[in-house]
């Protein structure tokens, strides 16, 4: 059975950073890529940032070099690092993976950018 947990969520001040983490089991996690949405209030979700099983990494326009996505194929977890976080990035955000054509989501944690 997939299962997927974030943590690391919280309340921060603009300009501040905090790093997510998101505990993945039930697949082999090596093999796939892992992902990072963000839904804001009122907003449809949106994919924040991508790595694969190579370590290849993208991410959405407004988040480039702020954001910066890793995993640990040790212990099957995925991070996300958030750096000059901004009041526009608050949002529920979880992370994600496809295995066999089905997403598989986790609960999400709840980031809030507030002074």
């Known amino acids: 059975q997939v299962h997927l947990m974030e943590s690391g969520g919280g309340l921060v001040q603009p300009g501040g950073s905090l790093r997510l983490s998101c505990a993945v089991s039930?697949?082999?996690?090596?093999?796939?890529?892992l992902e990072w949405s963000r839904q804001a209030p009122g907003k449809q979700r949106e994919l924040v940032a991508g790595?694969?099983?190579?370590?290849?990494?993208n991410y959405e326009d407004s988040v480039k070099g702020r954001f910066t996505i890793s995993r640990d194929n040790v212990w099957n977890r995925v991070f996300l690092q958030m750096n000059s976080l901004k009041p526009k990035d608050t949002a529920v955000y979880y992370c994600?993976?496809?295995?066999?054509?089905?997403?598989?989501w986790g609960r999400g944690t709840q980031v809030t950018v507030s002074s």
């Open positions: 039930g697949i082999n996690f090596k093999i796939h890529t």
């Open positions: 994600s993976v496809d295995r066999g054509g089905s997403n598989f």
């Open positions: 790595i694969s099983s190579s370590g290849a990494t």
